[in-house]
Each structure stands twice: as structure tokens, then as C-alpha cells.
């Protein structure tokens, strides 16, 4: 089945403790992208990979980083969180084109206390 | 910058009423337009999307939206809602200059009423 995942689904954490949110795809996309959603605000890009070793900043870059060494995972670093960064991620995967639609992960709510 | 307006925070329809949820959107060159469905605890769902040609698009679970280019609107309908439609809807448009990124709407709830 064509999917995105994230784990974990659910994660509650201290302010300034280390954290990664796992993505992987298995539909062979080369674009993959990370989007925070907050009440009111829709969703908002975080960072974004055209392709492998190749990632960029989004909307709301910081205090998050991003790797993608495989064409297939895209993982999101939290190196020191904070409590604005307390909320609901997701991650997105689709092929070359403006006109193909993103496949979206089931997302991962994040609580910095 | 593209830009796209829900002004609807919540819609509340009877069940077996037509549905319409507004969006609006501001784009420079073509508009490829989507929308998204989010029910509880769940990821985004890809619903319809308009790309170019008829302005009625034809989606899953029944929906289908106008897009209108002189009114620069997308609006998602729906001819009779069930109570399984209550969720939350996202518009969105690629952004024209980095072609990877959806911009999105604020969002707006249904709510379809047995």
C-alpha cells in the first residue's frame, strides 16, 4: 500500500531535550516536505527535499533541521525544543510537478512542556 | 506570493442539503488548485484538484468543485451531504516559485447535522 509514515504518533517532551520525528515514503517520490498545523493558521512548510541531499528552508525553518540521505526517509530534528513548537506535524511526499497531488503521513502531535 | 482564503471558519449543513465550502485564492501565472480532507486524529486526504481544462473537477467520495477564474475561487460542493462528511477542509495552491510547496487555507470545519 502507498503511504507515508511518521512515527511516533504522539510525543510529549521537556524543553531543550533532543528530538527526531521520523518520515518515510515508499512511493518512490522525489519531493518530500515537512508542514507544522496550528488552529487558524492552516498548514505551514517547515522544510522541504527536492531529492536526495538536497533540502531547503520552508516558511518556519527555524529551530528545526532535516536530512535526507535516502531517497525514502526525511527525518525532522528538533535539536533544543521549545513550547511554541508544541504542535501537530506532518509529513508529505510527492512526485516532480505542480501539478501532482501531496501524499500526507497520519502526523505526529508534539507537546514541549 | 500565492495566498488562498477559507473566510468560512465552520459550515454546518443538514444531511441531504447540498454543501459548499468557499476558497479563494490569489496566484501569479496558472492556479493549480487542491483540497484536502483531515478527519480526527488522521492525515491529510487528497480530495480533487484542478490542473486545467473543465472548470468543474470530479473528486472522491462525491465531491466535485467549481473553479472559477474571473472570481479567482475554488469552491468545494458536494449535492447532498451525509454525517460522514463532517471533518476538516483545506484548500491549497502550489506555489508557482518553488513548486514543491502547497500553500494553504486556514482551514474550515463541516459539520453535517442528522
Known amino acids: 500500500e502507498a503511504q507515508v509514515t511518521q512515527n511516533p504518533r504522539y510525543l510529549i517532551t521537556v524543553t531543550g531535550k533532543k528530538l527526531t520525528v521520523t518520515c518515510s515514503q515508499n512511493m518512490n517520490h522525489e519531493y518530500m516536505s515537512w508542514y507544522r498545523q496550528d488552529p487558524g493558521l492552516g498548514l505551514r512548510q517547515i522544510y522541504y527535499s527536492m531529492n536526495v541531499e538536497v533540502t531547503d528552508k520552508g516558511d518556519v525553518p527555524e529551530g528545526y533541521k532535516v536530512s535526507r540521505k535516502e531517497k525514502r526517509n526525511f527525518p525532522l530534528i528538533l535539536e533544543s525544543p521549545s513550547p511554541n513548537q508544541t504542535s501537530l506535524y506532518f509529513c508529505a511526499s510527492s512526485l516532480r510537478g505542480r501539478n501532482t497531488e501531496a501524499f500526507f503521513g497520519q502526523g505526529t502531535r508534539l507537546t514541549v512542556v | 506570493a500565492q495566498s488562498v482564503a477559507q473566510p468560512e471558519d465552520q459550515v454546518n449543513v443538514a444531511e441531504g442539503n447540498p454543501l459548499t465550502v468557499k476558497c479563494t485564492y490569489s496566484?501569479?501565472?496558472?492556479?493549480?488548485l487542491f483540497w484536502y480532507v483531515q478527519y480526527p486524529n488522521r492525515g491529510l486526504q487528497f480530495l480533487l484538484k484542478?490542473?486545467?481544462?473543465?472548470?468543474l473537477v470530479k473528486g472522491s467520495y462525491g465531491f466535485e468543485a467549481e473553479f472559477n477564474k474571473s472570481q479567482t475561487s475554488f469552491h468545494l460542493k458536494k449535492p447532498s451531504a451525509l454525517v460522514s462528511d463532517s471533518a476538516l477542509y483545506f484548500c491549497?495552491?502550489?506555489?508557482?516559485?518553488?513548486?514543491?510547496?502547497?500553500?494553504f487555507g486556514a482551514g474550515t470545519i463541516l459539520r453535517v447535522k442528522s
Open positions: 491549497a495552491v502550489r506555489d508557482n516559485e518553488y513548486g514543491n510547496k502547497l500553500v
Open positions: 496566484v501569479s501565472g496558472n492556479p493549480y
Open positions: 484542478y490542473i486545467t481544462g473543465d472548470n
